[in-house]
């Protein structure tokens, strides 16, 4: 179960897609109209002051091994609810930051993951639009994982026999053929040129290669 405090776009959008794939979900928001319009699509729904420790406590957010504080624009209701789950010894929190200055405090006051969809997704879409990935993640330590087109240079060769980690730098993790499904990649795969594959490695060395012709 996930309770998420702050029913604002980030925070509904986050509760309804945990509720579509199985996980209960309680969400609290100050702002009743805001409750009413959820209240159906969750576990439970709550109207409450999510700065004040004693009204979550009675709503039994101490039970709750995660949570998410949703509550972006308003810095002192994000630190001030963030503050009020650490007290309450909730062991896993999630909050959304605006700013690095907003994610800096978030992290000083013990919450332990800080995320900025905004920023995250602006440097998710950069990198699409600057070369030939059809997907892209970053992790926190500069590493990437690519959904690309396989360049040229691979085509009908087996992975075994391309160099591409010594040459490239990357790892082919997986491919997939038209009309089936992701499969690892193994030293024995031959690449064809209408396959789709997901390469990793360091975020540059990623670019590097889905950028090959």
Known sequence: MVVVLGLGRFGKSLALELMSQGTEVLGIDSDDGVVQRVSERLTHAAVADTTDEESLRQLSVHEYDRAVVGIGSDLEASLLTASALINLGVGNIWAKAISNAHAKILHQIGVQHV???????????????????????????????????????????????SEVRTKYKVTVVAIKRPGEGFTYATADTAIAADDTVIVSGQVRDTERFSELT
């Open 115 to 161: 995320v900025r969809p905004e920023h995250d997704m602006g440097k998710r879409v950069a990198h699409l639009v600057r070369g030939r990935m059809m997907d892209y993640i970053e992790f926190d330590d500069g590493f990437a994982m690519v959904k690309t087109s396989p360049p040229a240079f691979l085509i009908g060769q087996r992975l075994g026999d």
